[in-house]
Nanobody, 127 residues
Framework: QVQLVESGGGLVQTGGSLRLSCLAS????????MGWFRQAPGKEREFVAG????????YYRDSVKGRFTISRDNAKRTVALQMNALKPEDTAVYYC????????????????????WGQGTQVTVSS
């Protein structure tokens, strides 16, 4: 069983930056594609960014392209989401997720395909 713990959320003004981090613990024999999702009050959970096990493939939702960057360090078992130029509409609880893969370059963008989820970290962007 993989455990995921997010950190780095908080309150920031419009135009500011935050860096979210996700630390994975548990079995080390598997490979995982990782993703970040978010859920705002009254809205469905939505995909934000994903990264392959190799780290060479990434994918972003259109509204965060050019502002957010996902990265990973497999040796440290961490995945980060650097968020710049934040907007009030980025306000949400952000979740880290992991999907077991065999192919190193797969990026997973749909929530039901993920096997493990963190508890989430709140990001609030004030206008």
């Amino acid at each position: 069983q993989v455990q995921l713990v997010e950190s780095g959320g908080g309150l920031v003004q419009t135009g500011g930056s935050l860096r979210l981090s996700c630390l994975a613990s548990g079995p080390t024999s598997n490979k995982y594609a990782m993703g970040w999702f978010r859920q705002a009050p009254g809205k469905e959970r939505e995909f934000v960014a994903g990264i392959s096990w190799s780290g060479t493939q990434t994918y972003y939702r259109d509204s965060v392209k050019g502002r957010f960057t996902i990265s990973r360090d497999n040796a440290k078992r961490t995945v980060a989401l650097q968020m710049n130029a934040l907007k009030p509409e980025d306000t949400a609880v952000y979740y880290c997720a992991a999907h077991t893969v065999i192919i190193n370059t797969v990026v997973v963008i749909t929530a039901p395909d993920y096997d493990y989820w963190g508890q989430g970290t709140q990001v609030t962007v004030s206008s």
